[in-house]
């Protein structure tokens, strides 16, 4: 994973039109973008969707972002968006607003049959939650990053965090065994 | 579930959510009680799974590409830009000579019709109608280009 400074740098490449470098943005975020959306509406076709959606996003409105660093949590503010207007569309005739967003959980979502136990027990939590673990652990964002794309304040991501961490070990109570055989 | 009450706090241990003390009693209680040992382990296999990358599916970073490309695509709408302007252009240069050879008796086609319809044509137009004339040609002109290049370049 590039560091923040060498992110910066080719944003701001990417910025003065280098297409190359926006393409090696795009090699580097499409695992995140992508991880996000599928964890956020539980489908991977339209999590790829989704992804395309937000890459051609990105890349009209590149020159709105002011301090290239904050990329990261620029482009997954963007792909939640995206996600949730998504989900909006799916349920004709339902409006999903705030809490109802946060709270949208795995009964209201398609099954996603290709994926493994802990996918399975994230799909599980509220949507909030989901978003809230793949920033941290999987594109590794610090709290405060990850609470500025959710619109959670930064000293207390961590409560959230713990929240959503004993939500989701609940939900794998007694299967650590099989967990191990899939992780390891 | 675990039986050990202390075992909720192998989470709050990974999250750095115990002071100093809190934790390091934590990992003395953990080496002597295996429950604990066991959630400590099992909390950090979970954050290795969250971690673990999806991989990015086939075929996706060719479709991002092509759909930048289609907005990149600058041949369709420039020339579409330039080509109003330059048939604009060639329409008025067009109809200044036709005025300029008709008011001095000559043809843009020596010795066939068109020199006889161009100076009937502008007899009888009144010199307000020859410019209202002169725009309407243009916009013709235009229009068509405009209709040929958006059907070849399809933006």
């Known amino acids: 994973?590039?560091?923040?400074?060498?992110?910066?740098?080719?944003?701001?490449?990417?910025?003065a039109g280098d297409r190359q470098a926006f393409d090696s943005l795009v090699r580097d975020f499409?695992?995140?973008v992508h991880a996000l959306a599928r964890r956020t509406v539980g489908d991977p076709d339209e999590a790829c969707?989704?992804?395309?959606?937000v890459f051609v996003k990105a890349w009209l409105n590149l020159g709105l972002l002011r301090e290239s660093g904050r990329f990261p949590s620029w482009l997954a503010?963007?792909?939640?968006?995206?996600?949730?207007?998504?989900?909006?569309?799916r349920i004709p005739g339902q409006v999903l607003e705030g809490e109802d967003i946060e709270g949208y959980g795995a009964e209201d979502r398609r099954p996603d049959p290709g994926s493994g136990l802990l996918e399975t027990a994230l799909s599980r939590l509220p949507e909030r939650d989901r978003s809230l673990l793949t920033l941290v652990y999987f594109r590794e964002m610090t709290h405060a990053e990850a609470g500025e794309v959710l619109g959670i304040p930064g000293k207390n991501v961590r409560v959230y965090l713990l929240r959503a961490r004993r939500r989701l070990r609940e939900i794998l109570e007694g299967r650590e065994n099989e967990l191990v055989q899939q992780i390891c | 579930m675990s039986s050990c009450s202390r075992s909720a706090e192998a989470v709050e241990y990974l999250l750095g959510l115990l002071d100093p003390p809190m934790a390091a009693s934590f990992l003395e209680h953990c080496a002597g009680c295996p429950e604990c040992t066991e959630a400590l382990e099992?909390?950090?296999?979970?954050?290795q799974g969250l971690a673990g990358s999806y991989g990015i599916p086939g075929g996706l970073l060719d479709r991002i590409d092509a759909s930048i490309d289609l907005l990149d695509k600058p041949s369709g709408r420039f020339t579409i830009q330039r080509a109003v302007a330059a048939s604009g252009a060639a329409a008025a240069v067009l109809f200044g000579a036709w005025r300029l050879l008709a008011s001095s008796g000559r043809s843009l086609l020596a010795g066939d019709g068109f020199h006889q319809v161009a100076q009937a044509a502008a007899r009888a137009m009144e010199p307000g109608s020859v410019w209202i004339a002169a725009i309407a040609f243009g916009i013709?002109?235009?229009?068509?280009?405009?209709?040929?290049?958006?059907?070849?370049?399809g933006r």
Do not use: C
């Open chain 2, 140 to 153: 013709v002109l235009t229009t068509v280009t405009m209709v040929f290049l958006a059907s070849r370049y």
């Open chain 2, 42 to 47: 099992a909390e950090k296999l979970i954050e």
């Open chain 1, 49 to 53: 969707d989704i992804a395309q959606e």
């Open chain 1, 30 to 32: 499409a695992g995140f």
């Open chain 1, 77 to 89: 503010s963007i792909t939640r968006r995206a996600a949730i207007d998504h989900l909006r569309k």
């Open chain 1, 1 to 15: 994973m590039r560091d923040a400074d060498g992110v910066a740098d080719v944003v701001d490449r990417a910025k």
